[in-house]
């Protein structure tokens, strides 16, 4: 996941049918690894705990977790996964939180294989509970609906619009401060699929035209209520929290742009993981 810092944008990569291929096996082991922590999700269970059980998978497939060398302001990220709880809007370290019933989290996994890079992310509900169940819900129909709004030949600010509109209509706020990215020989690429209200304009410097070859991430991180609040760095230097405190959910997938259209990379998760 990445800031929107705003900026003039780089070249964003071309990739071809085979390197999208090559992506689409470590979005699969990203999803095979969430699959696995989703079953071990119950209350009593530390991130911790769940961080070592998608890593195991990750490692288990001859793949590694790119996450490992992401160099912040307090050095490299501590796991090989994030994992965000309620208030916790992204770069959850895994510790050792214990998770209750109703909590609400985030999956976050990174994959490297053979050179190539997946950044996929699922939100789930621990046990039972209306408030993470509604947010939850929330966030994935906003992804889906950016998703949708994306057309070959199409401009990334409308699938921002739509994007917004979406999470207004649910009583939801999407967070300006985040991006998706671009995704392929490295984790983080050009495009910035940025979310802020800047950038839901055709003007905006960072906005760019779906072509065929591209690859990227859709993340928009939503927040309860119809404001976006202030947002807090915790001590260990990466876990970022709203600052008053309120809930927080993403859903991450990763779409490439082919001469027919827009997919979504990944074969799922099967049944709905709550």
């Not at 789930?124 to 819900?137: E, K, M, Q």
């Given at each position: 996941?990445?800031?929107?810092?705003?900026?003039?944008?780089?070249?964003?990569?071309?990739?071809?049918?085979?390197?999208?291929?090559?992506?689409?096996?470590?979005?699969?082991?990203?999803?095979?690894?969430?699959?696995?922590?989703?079953?071990?999700?119950?209350?009593?269970?530390?991130?911790?705990?769940?961080?070592?059980?998608?890593?195991?998978?990750?490692?288990?497939?001859?793949?590694?977790?790119?996450?490992?060398?992401?160099?912040?302001?307090?050095?490299r990220f501590?796991?090989?996964?994030?994992?965000?709880?309620?208030?916790?809007?992204?770069?959850?370290?895994?510790?050792?939180?214990?998770?209750?019933?109703?909590?609400?989290?985030?999956?976050?996994?990174?994959?490297?294989?053979?050179?190539?890079?997946?950044d996929r992310?699922?939100?789930?509900?621990?046990?039972?509970?209306?408030?993470?169940?509604?947010?939850?819900?929330?966030?994935?129909?906003?992804?889906?609906?950016?998703?949708?709004?994306?057309?070959?030949?199409?401009?990334?600010?409308?699938?921002?619009?739509?994007?917004?509109?979406?999470?207004?209509?649910?009583?939801?706020?999407?967070?300006?401060?985040?991006?998706?990215?671009?995704?392929?020989?490295?984790?983080?690429?050009?495009?910035?699929?940025?979310?802020?209200?800047?950038?839901?304009?055709?003007?905006?410097?960072?906005?760019?035209?779906?072509?065929p070859g591209?690859?990227?991430?859709?993340?928009?991180?939503?927040?309860?209520?119809?404001?976006?609040?202030?947002?807090?760095?915790?001590?260990?230097?990466?876990?970022?929290?709203?600052?008053?405190?309120?809930?927080?959910?993403?859903?991450?997938?990763?779409?490439?742009?082919?001469?027919?259209?827009?997919?979504?990379?990944?074969?799922?998760?099967?049944?709905?993981?709550?």
């Amino acid at each position: 996941m990445g800031r929107a810092d705003g900026g003039e944008p780089m070249a964003i990569p071309i990739y071809t049918t085979g390197e999208i291929d090559a992506v689409e096996r470590a979005v699969s082991i990203a999803e095979s690894a969430i699959g696995r922590a989703t079953e071990f999700a119950v209350p009593g269970v530390t991130t911790r705990e769940l961080d070592e059980r998608m890593n195991s998978v990750i490692e288990d497939a001859g793949a590694t977790a790119p996450f490992r060398r992401v160099e912040g302001l307090s050095g490299r990220f501590p796991a090989a996964t994030c994992i965000s709880v309620n208030e916790e809007a992204a770069h959850g370290v895994p510790a050792d939180r214990t998770l209750a019933e109703g909590d609400l989290v985030v999956l976050d996994a990174g994959v490297e294989v053979e050179g190539f890079h997946a950044d996929r992310a699922e939100p789930l509900v621990i046990g039972a509970g209306d408030r993470a169940l509604s947010l939850r819900t929330a966030a994935i129909d906003v992804t889906s609906t950016t998703v949708r709004a994306l057309q070959l030949g199409g401009r990334w600010s409308a699938a921002a619009i739509a994007a917004r509109a979406a999470a207004s209509d649910r009583g939801v706020t999407v967070l300006g401060e985040f991006t998706g990215h671009g995704l392929g020989r490295a984790l983080h690429e050009e495009p910035r699929a940025s979310f802020h209200p800047s950038a839901a304009r055709s003007d905006s410097p960072t906005d760019f035209v779906l072509r065929p070859g591209m690859v990227f991430t859709i993340e928009p991180v939503v927040v309860e209520g119809d404001s976006e609040p202030g947002l807090v760095t915790l001590s260990d230097g990466w876990s970022v929290v709203t600052a008053d405190r309120r809930w927080s959910c993403y859903q991450e997938v990763a779409v490439a742009v082919g001469e027919a259209g827009v997919r979504v990379l990944g074969f799922g998760l099967g049944p709905d993981p709550r």
